[in-house]
């Protein structure tokens, strides 16, 4: 085949061909051509594009800054590479990657650019990113979840797992900010940090309740059962690991729970480690645990005061507690008694030492002569019986029972019930009056809003506002806490505690015990 007989080569044929959007401007950025590409991704004709400037597609996110580095760097190397928001016809955006070259021909200079649409990968990048973000917080929540089981599980914990997380990150911010070299690279955020430390004592989950939740001091055997459960949560995370070996979150969290409870001068639990062979993450999580365990009242336990509780830890650095851990308590302690001042529990003192059965030991002489249980019943064998002691306690206060993950709460004063609660029962007085009275949720939230910001009791609320009868208000009142008060009392082997609290209820909306359940007399 001669020359003149092959086909013709048209570089506008091999512009419009090309998948990308392509436009030609000439020095003072009059676009003298564009592409079918570049019609099809702004909206506009090509008559329409024509003798315009590409300030015709320039979004209100394409700033005079931005302006000023695509003209700096065609003016310095002759090209601009970079990824820009620009605005179809219709006021619509879209990112593009552009590249724009400066060009010199027989009439002078000309730039070509050329725009790539990345708008369709970026909001998958994005829904990627959503989608696994969505994951690891359901991860979390499930795992977070789980650390509040092992702490539900346990008497007396309260606001523990808060203020673990408070502490914890203040430490780990200190740490980071001067002695990052001592953490791995993939444990350096704070936050990361204080979330795993909430799950140190995920392994009580499996520990019995007759040795996780024992009044009295754990005999030998017990006392192996309960050093074992930091092993137990770091099977649970060794676990997860399996299935997401590079997780950060995972990777952190298996550390705290693990090493929480060894000891600097290696005469902690349950693998004896001692020294730098104890991570660092778990040395911050010992010291917090065992702050909150000091400053926190139990049973067995007075609470002690935050400063004393400081200096018992600083006397112990180099021996139970990582020198450096202890550092970070000392420069964080302002910091972190404000957290304690906020997130502490409110601890009401007791009239008097807890007795054997776990409630106040009033006088016989002050009880209804129903109070006066079997012998053979103390002790927590049943609810029932540790219910008889609380009822006649002059002062008031709150019996609380729980059973496995059941809690029961029932207050409770002079032989009068004035509240019942049972955490298996869904059911709440505002779904009773919603189902039964026909009140609408507006007037009842709006109630609610009302007592919360004015403190007023909310049943009495209720009949001020003319939304309930008073009589009906009683006898509904009177079904919905008989019913709770009477599962609370049926609950299988109970752990039973009753809490003497001076609380002021309307007489006439709380009901004698004899009114809402039978109780058993004295043999």
């Keep these: ?179 990052p070299e001592r953490l791995p690279t993939w444990a350096r955020d704070p936050e990361l940090i204080a979330r795993c430390a909430v799950l140190h004592d995920i392994g009580k989950v499996g520990v019995p309740d007759s040795v996780l939740l024992k009044p009295g001091k754990l005999n030998a055997e017990e006392q192996r059962i309960m050093r074992g459960h930091p092993s137990l949560g770091a099977e649970i995370i060794d676990r997860l690991l399996s299935l997401q070996p590079d997780s950060d979150f995972l990777l952190v969290a298996r550390d705290a729970v693990a090493y929480h409870h060894e000891a600097y001068d290696g005469t902690g639990y349950p693998y004896g480690l001692a020294g730098e062979q104890i991570p660092m993450v778990a040395q911050m999580v010992s010291v917090a645990d065992v702050l909150d365990a000091l400053t926190s009242k139990r049973a067995y336990k007075p609470a002690h005061g935050f400063a004393e509780a400081v200096q018992w830890i600083a006397q112990r650095a180099g021996k139970t507690f990582h020198p450096l851990a202890v550092d970070a308590l000392l420069a964080c302690s302002a910091e972190i008694e404000l957290a304690h001042a906020k997130l502490g529990d409110k601890v009401v003192e007791l009239a008097a030492p807890i007795g054997p059965s776990g409630v106040d030991p009033t006088k016989p002489g002050e009880r209804p002569a129903a109070a006066e249980a079997p012998a053979a019943l103390r002790g927590g064998i049943t609810a029932t019986a540790a219910f008889l002691e609380a009822v006649g306690c002059s002062t008031g206060g709150e019996f609380i029972v729980r059973s496995g993950e059941v809690v029961g709460r029932v207050y409770v004063r002079e032989g009068r019930v004035a509240w019942a609660y049972l955490s298996s029962e869904r059911v709440v007085l505002e779904d009773r009056l919603r189902r039964e009275d026909g009140l609408a949720g507006g007037m009842l939230d709006a109630v609610i809003a009302s007592c919360k910001a004015t403190g007023a009791n909310f049943a009495e609320e209720l009949v001020r506002r003319g939304l309930i009868s008073h009589r009906r208000l009683r006898d509904l009142m009177r079904e919905h806490i008989g019913e709770r008060l009477r599962g609370v009392l049926a609950l299988p082997n109970p752990v039973a505690l009753f809490a003497p609290q001076a609380r002021t209820y309307s007489s006439d909306l709380t009901f004698p015990v004899s009114e809402l359940v039978e109780l058993p007399t004295a043999a």
Excluded at 109 to 115: D, K, M, P, S
Excluded at 126 to 139: C, D, G, L, P, W
Excluded at 171 to 179: F, S
């Design 1 to 179: 085949m001669s020359t003149s007989d092959s086909p013709r080569f048209h570089l506008a044929d091999v512009l419009e061909s090309l998948p990308d959007a392509v436009v030609v401007t000439d020095a003072a950025s009059q676009i003298l051509y564009a592409n079918r590409g570049y019609c099809e991704l702004t909206g506009y004709s090509l008559e329409e594009v024509l003798g315009q400037t590409p300030k015709l597609i320039r979004s209100p996110e394409t700033g005079p800054e931005t302006v000023r580095e695509v003209w700096d760097s065609l003016t310095a190397i002759g090209e601009f590479r970079g990824r820009l928001t620009n605005k179809r016809a219709n006021g619509s955006l879209f990112r593009a990657d552009v590249g724009i070259s400066r060009m010199s021909g027989p009439h002078g200079v000309y730039f070509v650019c050329r725009l790539r649409d990345v708008t369709a990968e970026l909001e998958l990048e994005r829904r990627y990113a959503q989608a696994a973000a969505a994951a690891a917080q359901a991860r979390d929540t499930t795992i977070l979840a789980l650390a509040g089981l092992a702490e539900k599980r346990d008497t007396g914990t309260g606001a523990h797992l808060e203020r673990i997380e408070s502490y914890t990150v203040s430490m780990a911010r200190w740490l980071v900010a001067n002695h």
